[in-house]
């Protein structure tokens, strides 16, 4: 995976992000929430640690937390909006 420089801020994101928009079986189409958690686990696992959810998701910022808390130590940045 590959890193860059959030603009000024010092820290490094990987230049591919996880859109967590679908995840969870919501209000949008997506998929169930075990395998939103092991897609997400995954893509971690692979090197990505920028994601990117809303409270407009559905139940994406509460999954995204699990998994967040599940890999505590590692470094997974979120953005919110």
């Known amino acids: 995976m590959r890193y860059r420089e959030l603009g000024r801020s ?8 996880y859109g967590a928009w679908g995840i969870g ?3 949008w189409v997506g ?6 958690v092991r897609a997400l686990h995954r893509a971690l696992d692979l090197g990505v640690n920028f ?13 995204v937390g699990r998994v967040v808390r599940e890999r505590a130590g590692d470094e997974v940045l979120v953005a919110t909006k």
Do not use: F, H, K, Q
């Open 10 to 17: 010092g820290l490094s994101v990987s230049e591919i992000g």
């Open 25 to 27: 079986e919501s209000a």
């Open 31 to 36: 998929a169930s929430e075990d395998e939103s």
């Open 51 to 63: 994601v990117d959810t809303a409270r407009g998701y559905g139940e994406s910022e509460r999954i």
